[in-house]
Structures are given as structure tokens and as C-alpha cells.
């Protein structure tokens, strides 16, 4: 028997080379393209819930609708206005994100101290956007003091000291409450670990402080250990999270994926933004079961600045990335490519750039040379 497949192998191996040995295509085709078939409704606009929020937001959010527009991308935007002074956030807004399931977003300034809340706190609580992530990396051509920084946090949203449970217990003596929970800590350890294999990432570094904190922060390292041995394909490690500071400006390249509870991460993400090249220009994204609201990746000390506002030179990078980041979530990749390609161009070619990026260019300057720059 086993004689007899000799010869057969030869002779579908012949087949093979030439599919016209079999009569599978004419002997005029000598090549056949694959095309590729989405799914039917696949390429129909989508609608995208609009914030422009506060500041430097109207300037930076207008600069993408332009170049959504000028690459005929397949989103319309809903627009609503928000501002980080109002109580809370209309419920119009929520029920159109809730409807779209997608919103892009400018910053919303909250006011430091006092009794007003942060809309972007109610925002994720209200839609359960339970994970943070901010992309940290080097950008071709824009000199920084570390190369090969390639690091994305990812931030649990949800609980911790961001709850908002603090009561005056007498005068004078405050309580602020953390909670870490189970199911929260489980659940933002999962997204790293499954974030990290679709995206061939090699490694997962919690951060934590265990050492002082040891129930709650201990919670939450029991919690990424008994999700890490379900990945035995990706590295796990943790670090304390003063450490991980020091760490960050002094080796930043040994991190990957950095999973972390909600302070830690808003702290980690502005650090490892600051090396890689600036708030300015790392995308992010706040990602729940059901609904995404795409924004600026580390926001610290810009969103406010309105000294770039009235010069009308923000830099519109980050969110141009962040709406990249957005067009790949709605399976549109071609769009996010283009626009991505397009942005790191401009970026690399070094001519138009905004002051926080050693140029002087207005926000149009760049948003003109990011639409002259799509392919």
C-alpha cells in the first residue's frame, strides 16, 4: 500500500505546481487574486458619538472630522456638547453612545477639589468601560531619550481610588475609600492577558504596592496570578509600583503590556507618555463589554492649556491616533492604516510639527500636511 502512494503524491505534487494539469484553471490564467468578502452591511457608515469637551478638545476633535472627511473614511459623527462644569453628563449623550456603542472624545477639564465630579469618571462608570489602554512608543523621526519604547498600559477603570467614596468623618478628618474587588481585578487581568495574545505581545507586568496595601492590592495579584496560568505562552511579571517609576525613566524598553489598577495606571501611562515623545501624541482608548470612547492617551496638563487654544496649536496626534485606533475597532483596517501611515509620515518627514515637538506649526498646518499625506 504504501508503494502504491508513491507515485500518487508525485502526481498531485505535479498537479499542484501546474493547476492546469487538473483543468482547475484555463491554461490562459496563469494567476488567480483572492478577494477579500466582508461580511454583508460590512462597509456601511457607521455612526460615531461626538464629545469636542473642553479646551484644546473642539480644535483637535475638529482636525479629525477634516481628515475622516478627506479619506472619505465610513463614519458620521453625532456631535454633542460637553463640558467638565456641568453636574453630570446629559443623558442624551449617554443614550447616544449607548446606541452607537462608539464615541470619540476631546479632554473635560475637572475641577480640582469641590463638590463637582468628574464627567470622565461618570462616563466610564455609567457605561462600564472597565479597561483602560494607552499605546506608549516611539514615533520614526521625533527624537526622544529612549528608543525601542513600545508599551501599552492598560488600566483597570472601575474601582480603586477612583470610586469616589469619601465622607468628612469629623471636622478636619477625611476618608477616601479604595476598593478593589474579585471580579473587577479578574476581569481587567483578562483583558491584558487576551490583549496581549491577539497582539503577539510576550509579556504582562502587574503593578502594584502589596508590600503596604496587602489585602486590597494583594486582591488584585491573586487575581492577574490565576489568570497568567491560563497563558503559559506569555511572560508574567510584577513590580511595585514605585519601583516600576524608577524603572520606567531609567529602562523603559524591558516593558510590554503593563496591567494595573485605576491610580497606578493614570500615573504609569502619563510617565511612559512623557518618555515616548509626549502626551501629544499617544492614542488610547477607555473599552467596556459593550461600548468604546475613544480620546487622547495621557492628557495631563494639556487639555487645559488655553494658551494652545488661543493660538490654535494643539497638537492633534494623539487624537488622530486614537481615531485610528477607533476605525480598526469598527473593522474599518484599510481606513486605519491609511490614516496611521499618513500621521507617522508627517511626523517622520519632521517639517510640520507643533512646539511641544521642537516645531511651530498650527493645528492646521499639521491636519493639511496629514491629508496631503494620504495614499
Given amino acids: 500500500m504504501a508503494r502504491r502512494t508513491v ?9 499542484s505546481e501546474d493547476p492546469t494539469h487538473l483543468g482547475l484553471i484555463s491554461p490562459l490564467v496563469t494567476k488567480r487574486s483572492v478577494t477579500y468578502m466582508p461580511r454583508p452591511g460590512d462597509g456601511a457608515p457607521r455612526a460615531v458619538t461626538l464629545i469636542p469637551g473642553d479646551g484644546i478638545g473642539p480644535l483637535v476633535t475638529g482636525a479629525v472630522e477634516q481628515v475622516m472627511e478627506a479619506m472619505h473614511a465610513p463614519v458620521y459623527f453625532e ?31 475637572t475641577p480640582v477639589g469641590g463638590g463637582v465630579s468628574s464627567l470622565n469618571v461618570q462616563l466610564r462608570k455609567e457605561l462600564d468601560l472597565y479597561a483602560s489602554l494607552v499605546n506608549c512608543f516611539n514615533l520614526p523621526g521625533l527624537p526622544t531619550r529612549h528608543e525601542n519604547v513600545d508599551i501599552v498600559v492598560i488600566r483597570e477603570n ?6 469616589g467614596l469619601e465622607h468628612e468623618v ?3 478628618v477625611v476618608e477616601s475609600l479604595k476598593v ?3 471580579f473587577c481585578s479578574e476581569r481587567i487581568a483578562k483583558y491584558a492577558f487576551e490583549y496581549s495574545y491577539l497582539n503577539n505581545r510576550k509579556k ?4 502594584h504596592k502589596a508590600n503596604i496595601m496587602k489585602l486590597a492590592d494583594g486582591l488584585f495579584l491573586e487575581s492577574c496570578r490565576e489568570v497568567a496560568t491560563k497563558y503559559p505562552g506569555i511572560k508574567y511579571d510584577e513590580i511595585i509600583v514605585d519601583n516600576c517609576c524608577m524603572q520606567l525613566v531609567s529602562k523603559p524598553e524591558q516593558f510590554d503590556v503593563m496591567v494595573t489598577p485605576n491610580l497606578y495606571g493614570n500615573l504609569v ?5 512623557g518618555i515616548a515623545g509626549g502626551t501629544g501624541v499617544m492614542p488610547g482608548g477607555n473599552v467596556g463589554a459593550d461600548h468604546a470612547v475613544f480620546e487622547q492617551g495621557a492628557s495631563a496638563g494639556n487639555v487645559g492649556n488655553m494658551k494652545l487654544t488661543e493660538q490654535k496649536k494643539a497638537n492633534p496626534v494623539a487624537l488622530l491616533l486614537s481615531s485610528a485606533m477607533m476605525l480598526r475597532h469598527l473593522q474599518f483596517p484599510s481606513f486605519a492604516d491609511r490614516l496611521e501611515t499618513a500621521v507617522k509620515g508627517v511626523i517622520s518627514e519632521g517639517k510640520y510639527r507643533t512646539k511641544d515637538l521642537g516645531g511651530d506649526s498650527p493645528t492646521q498646518e499639521v491636519v493639511d500636511a496629514v491629508i496631503a499625506a494620504l495614499d
Avoid: F, W
Wanted: hydrophobic content about 35%; proline content about 5%.
Fill in 7 to 15: 507515485p500518487i503524491l508525485k502526481q498531485l505534487l505535479q498537479s
Fill in 79 to 109: 456631535r454633542y456638547e460637553v463640558h467638565g462644569d456641568m453636574k453630570k453628563v446629559p443623558q442624551e449623550v449617554i443614550d447616544s453612545i449607548k446606541k452607537n456603542k462608539v464615541c470619540l472624545k476631546g479632554g473635560l477639564i
Fill in 269 to 273: 501611562a502619563n510617565t511612559a507618555a
Fill in 158 to 163: 472601575t474601582e480603586g481610588e477612583y470610586s
Fill in 204 to 207: 504582562v507586568t502587574a503593578v
Fill in 170 to 172: 469629623v471636622p478636619g
Fill in 180 to 182: 478593589i474587588t474579585k
